[in-house]
């Protein structure tokens, strides 16, 4: 190779390097565009002039108190502004006067706790506002007055605790409202009257106690519903007019006790239900029906002890059912009557003490099942038969009796040992607690002796030949005697057909049944 050829080859390999070395920009403003200008912690005062070419302006961890009258009259191109953990306590009315083009504005993270009505009668573009994670406590009649071009507005994580009605009036053609994270304890049904078009509310995390029962009666096109984090006892009977446009509704974490008959009948395009977290004790025979997009459903941390039988049928796509931190102490075959092809149950951290061997017979499907944290001592060998595509079990965590009772399950689970996925270990008896049951041999899996009982065994009437001398003719005699021992048996499930016992010189067959 001449040297040419190797300078050549040398530049190439460290170009390829130099490339190598780049480092990928994590968001916008690490690396800005010609029409981005990011202004950071050394900033104190909006700058009177930028670039002409800017179009969007960040402000980093500036150190921005106030946004004054008139910052950006000599910047009319802005069409996008962030004010981002600024410090910025305070808005002027008319600071963003002129900004005839700006179609997005975000004040997050800062210790603002007002917005001037008025603010933005001069954006008229404006599409997307989001102040989020301020100390916003009061939003006022008129502060969103005339901007129709708006379809998100993103107020969460703020101290809300008042909203006026007519505070959202202007924003006809809205879709997101996310009010998440603040202190409302009330909503009013006059907040919503002019959005038509909403698709996503967002009221979790807040302090509602209840709903009013007309919420969302002008609300046609509502997609999403979000009232989880509340502390709402009672869901009123026709509280979802609409319900056969929503695909989200998330209702756990609250402090429901239960439902009306047929209360999630009619949401045929729902995706996502949450009701996990709440209080209920019971549930009605008839509570869901069809939901054909349904494929989760969790009921989650509730107080439910029992369930009707079918109360899943209509839910035929539910793959994945969440009965977890519950009550049950026992489970039926009728609980899992229509999602038939669920692939994975979670049962964990309840009192299951057993399992009725036909339990399963109908999760051809089931993949994956948990039964963690329960009370189960001992199972039928045959319980998990039916589940030919199982492949994670989660038992660990119960208090298992690890004597004659579990053989044939014992049996099981040595054949299955890879499906395991956490340690099975022994409670009972004293001398195997702490030991992992499939460590063990069959021979440890023994019943302990219990005190003597009496039983009566009955020697079976057999012909003994004799002969007398010195006549040769021989006599047969017969002696038939019922006696009485006291000794003590094993109590197991065992497989033996029967057992043989030495008694002096004796020795007796008994069929054990």
Not at 152 to 169: C, P, Q, R, S, Y
Not at 414 to 435: F, I, R, S, Y
Request: glycine letters at 4%.
């Amino acid at each position: 190779m001449s040297r040419g050829e190797l300078i050549v080859l040398f530049m190439s390999l460290l170009f390829d390097f130099s490339l190598t070395q780049v480092q990928p920009c994590e968001k916008a403003t690490d690396c800005p565009q010609e029409n981005q200008e990011v202004l950071g912690s050394s900033t104190t005062e909006i700058p009177q002039l930028l670039r002409p070419a800017v179009t969007e302006v960040f402000f980093l961890e500036s150190q921005i108190k106030t946004i004054p009258k008139a910052a950006f009259e000599k910047n009319p191109q802005l069409e996008k502004l962030e004010f981002l953990n600024t410090g910025t306590s305070s808005i002027e009315l008319g600071a963003f006067e002129g900004l005839i083009h700006l179609k997005h504005i975000e004040i997050s993270s800062t210790p603002l706790t007002s917005i001037p009505v008025g603010v933005f009668k001069d954006n008229s573009d404006l599409e997307k506002i989001i102040l989020k994670s301020n100390a916003l406590q009061r939003l006022e009649k008129g502060l969103f007055e005339g901007l129709k071009k708006v379809t998100e507005v993103l107020l969460h994580m703020n101290k809300i605790a008042t909203i006026e009605d007519g505070t959202f009036d202007g924003l006809d053609n809205l879709l997101l409202l996310h009010l998440a994270k603040n202190n409302l304890s009330a909503v009013s049904t006059a907040w919503f009257s002019h959005m038509k078009e909403l698709q996503i509310l967002r009221l979790y995390e807040n302090q509602l106690t209840s709903v009013p029962e007309d919420l969302f009666q002008s609300l046609p096109n509502l997609k999403e519903i979000g009232l989880y984090g509340n502390k709402i006892t009672e869901l009123p009977p026709n509280l979802f007019p609409h319900k056969d446009k929503l695909n989200k509704l998330l209702l756990d974490n609250n402090l429901l006790t239960g439902f009306p008959e047929g209360y999630f009948v009619g949401f045929s395009q729902l995706k996502d239900l949450k009701l996990k977290n709440n209080q209920l004790t019971s549930l009605p025979p008839v509570l869901f029906g069809e939901m054909p997009k349904l494929t989760e459903l969790s009921l989650q941390q509730n107080n439910l002890s029992s369930l009707p039988t079918g109360i899943f049928s209509p839910l035929k796509k539910v793959r994945k059912l969440d009965l977890s931190k519950n009550q049950f102490s026992t489970v039926s075959a009728g609980f899992f009557d229509g999602p038939e092809k669920l692939t994975e149950l979670n049962l964990q951290n309840n009192e299951i003490k057993s399992l009725d061997s036909d339990v399963f017979e109908k999760l051809k499907w089931l993949s994956t099942l948990k039964l963690a944290h329960n009370n189960l001592q001992t199972l039928p060998g045959d319980v998990f038969e039916p589940l030919t595509k199982l492949k994670k079990l989660d038992l660990s965590n119960n208090p298992w009796s690890c004597d004659c009772n579990l053989v044939d399950f014992y049996s099981w689970m040595k054949a299955n040992a890879d499906k395991l996925t956490n340690k099975v270990v022994c409670q009972h008896p004293e001398h195997l607690n702490g030991m992992e049951v499939i460590s063990l041999v069959e021979d440890q899996l023994i019943c302990p002796t219990f005190p003597p009982t009496t039983t009566i065994l009955t020697t079976t009437t057999t012909p003994i030949t004799t002969t007398t001398l010195p006549t040769t003719e021989a006599t047969t005699t017969t002696i038939s005697t019922t006696t009485t021992f006291d000794f003590a048996l094993q109590q197991c499930n065992c497989k033996y057909t029967n057992l043989t016992i030495s008694w002096p010189s004796w020795t007796f067959l008994v069929n054990v049944n």
